[in-house]
């Protein structure tokens, strides 16, 4: 007699995320086994296909702004460096030479502004999509990255992550040499 228990989307869910938190896996999991999972469960292939790669793609833009906002910081670290070692100097210089004029204050109020303004903006303005697609072209498209193996995430995060969530695309065929058609 079969098992007539039903259970929900949400139960599905939790089943199996709590199922891969407890070392149900190890390796992860591969594009062809994700699409046997999503046929056991009745989610047909192209779907599958179309959110592992909506995944992915979520997952290189978030990438993508995590390296702007922190390449955002280290400059805007390097600046305060730099405002503070040239305008101590500068404080220096002015309580070494002429104590009773404060000179070096010129240099200090003005920069201390833009520095201000620099860390607002720093904050304030949110990674725009040309930030985005320059950071993508600076460090390389999605198809030229090498496929790796799909990992499944406890049910703290329940996300599929991996490059190989993408469908394969053949490879070119290439024409092969009297001597390649003979080694094999």
């Known amino acids: 007699m079969a098992d007539a228990r039903n259970y929900s989307d949400a139960d599905v869910r939790a089943i199996i995320d ?3 938190a407890n070392g149900a896996t190890t390796n992860g999991v ?6 046997a999972i999503g046929e056991q469960v009745g989610v ?15 997952q290189l833009r978030t990438e993508a702004e995590r390296a702007l906002v922190s ?3 280290r400059w805007l670290g390097f600046h305060t460096a730099l405002f503070a070692l040239v305008n101590a100097l500068a404080f220096g210089v002015n309580f070494l030479t002429t104590p009773g004029e404060w000179w070096s ?5 003005p920069w201390a502004f833009v520095l201000a303004l620099h860390a607002g903006l720093n904050v304030a303005i949110p990674v725009s999509e040309a ?12 198809a030229q990255l090498p496929p790796q193996r ?9 996300a599929l992550t991996g490059d190989d969530a993408r469908e394969s695309e053949p490879e070119p065929e ?7 058609a003979a080694r094999r």
């Open 105 to 109: 204050l010129f240099s200090i109020v």
């Open 174 to 180: 290439t024409e092969e040499s009297p001597s390649n």
């Open 30 to 35: 591969n594009h062809e086994d994700l699409l």
């Open 44 to 58: 047909p292939k192209d779907a599958m296909t179309r959110a592992a790669r909506e995944l992915r793609e979520e």
């Open 131 to 142: 930030a985005l697609s320059r950071e993508r072209r600076r460090r390389g498209s999605a």
């Open 18 to 20: 709590r199922a891969l």
């Open 150 to 158: 799909l990992r499944v995430e406890p049910a703290s995060t329940g």
């Open 71 to 73: 390449r955002r910081r």
